[in-house]
């Protein structure tokens, strides 16, 4: 958090579980965006920081501010209110949770294929948020992922495997993602796609959006909506029957379905990808090997962690993977 200075003046205060923040504003600070400010001097990101002024619930001399472009002056006491995260009657249950590693920061898991990561319409129990909420509790979860996402920094699809990192606080929650999205942090993929990758290694750098015709799913769009996608692909394996290849994946962004995405563009396939793939090749590897699911494990994350110690985790490769690779050998 930053500290007293020349510039401002900080003090954070707590009680009844909500987080009240006190900041001065100073010379330096005239005319700037009460959002921008906020943002600037608070572990809060500006869309968060937005979110909580129109929600009333940021003051300036004692005067609620409901603008997150209100020009500031020298000298403006500001009090930010940040309320606890409402958790929408989320039940948290005892489900068993494979702790890679954990401090007074972040939790590290290693998330099963099958485990949806948090609730949605369709999934009100069993998610990955359920079991952390009983193993954590709502207080040890940041709240800056929203109601339905408390811990949440970044996402795996519920049939992806591998390395999830959880922030406890909102500061933690802050610093992960801002090295999400600045591109700071190295995340890799091992993937199993139909047919036979011709390079050794290659990338795909193209936009990705949503299907018009399909909500659900993405595609790679030109669209002013769409935005950047960068993946680097490397040729691990080549086999024979059925002809496919074993890629490691590193995404460079984080958009949703990248890989799986960027893969099936170019004419791989993930193997096991309903949305994306191809029915009839899923529906005969199924029969054939050990797999029933999409074949997509996140191997390992490296990350700065936010008390300043870089590390990398990685994840084994599930049995279901393993066992479809060694059959595959034959």
């Given at each position: 958090m930053p500290q007293s200075s020349g510039i401002f003046a900080y003090r954070a205060m707590t009680w009844k579980g909500d987080s009240t923040h006190v900041l001065i504003t100073a010379e330096d600070d005239s005319s700037k965006r009460l959002d921008i400010f906020l943002a600037e001097?608070?572990?809060?990101?500006?869309?968060?920081?937005?979110?909580?002024?129109?929600?009333?619930?940021?003051?300036?001399?004692?005067?609620?501010?409901?603008?997150?472009?209100?020009?500031?002056?020298?000298?403006?006491?500001?009090?930010?209110?940040?309320?606890?995260?409402?958790?929408?009657?989320?039940?948290?249950?005892?489900?068993?949770?494979?702790?890679?590693?954990?401090?007074?920061?972040?939790?590290?898991?290693?998330?099963?294929?099958?485990?949806?990561?948090?609730?949605?319409?369709?999934?009100?129990?069993?998610?990955?948020?359920?079991?952390?909420?009983?193993?954590?509790?709502?207080?040890?979860?940041?709240?800056?992922?929203?109601?339905?996402?408390?811990?949440?920094?970044?996402?795996?699809?519920?049939?992806?495997?591998?390395?999830?990192?959880?922030?406890?606080h909102d500061r933690a929650h802050r610093l992960?993602?801002?090295?999400?999205?600045?591109?700071?942090?190295?995340?890799?993929?091992?993937?199993?796609?139909?047919?036979?990758?011709?390079?050794?290694?290659?990338s795909v750098d193209s936009p990705i959006g949503r299907d018009p015709e399909d909500g659900k799913k993405m595609r790679i769009s030109g669209a002013a909506a769409a935005k950047s996608a960068l993946t680097h692909f490397t040729l691990e394996h080549f086999y024979l029957t059925p002809i496919s290849s074993y890629l490691k994946a590193q995404?460079?962004?984080?958009?949703?379905?990248?890989?799986?995405?960027?893969?099936?563009?170019?004419?791989?396939?993930?193997?096991?990808?309903?949305?994306?793939?191809?029915?009839?090749l899923n529906a005969k590897f199924f029969k054939e090997f050990p797999l029933q699911r999409i074949f997509l494990h996140a191997e390992s994350l490296e990350i700065v962690l936010p008390n300043g110690k870089k590390r990398k985790f990685s994840a084994p490769m599930p049995l279901d993977l393993v066992k479809t690779l060694e059959a595959l050998e034959y």
């Open positions: 001097n608070t572990e809060f990101s500006r869309s968060f920081c937005q979110k909580l002024i129109a929600e009333e619930q940021v003051t300036i001399a004692k005067k609620v501010v409901t603008k997150a472009s209100y020009a500031l002056s020298d000298g403006q006491e500001i009090v930010l209110a940040v309320p606890p995260p409402k958790l929408l009657n989320i039940i948290a249950e005892d489900i068993p949770l494979e702790i890679m590693y954990e401090d007074a920061d972040v939790v590290v898991v290693n998330k099963k294929p099958g485990m949806v990561v948090h609730p949605d319409e369709t999934h009100s129990t069993g998610t990955l948020v359920n079991a952390l909420l009983f193993y954590l509790g709502a207080e040890k979860l940041s709240g800056i992922g929203g109601v339905r996402r408390p811990g949440i920094v970044h996402r795996l699809d519920k049939d992806t495997s591998g390395v999830m990192i959880v922030a406890k992960l993602s801002e090295q999400i999205a600045a591109r700071k942090c190295t995340k890799i993929y091992k993937t199993l796609v139909f047919g036979k990758v011709a390079h050794q290694e290659f995404i460079v962004t984080g958009r949703t379905h990248q890989i799986r995405v960027h893969l099936s563009s170019i004419g791989f396939p993930v193997v096991g990808d309903p949305p994306y793939g191809n029915e009839k």
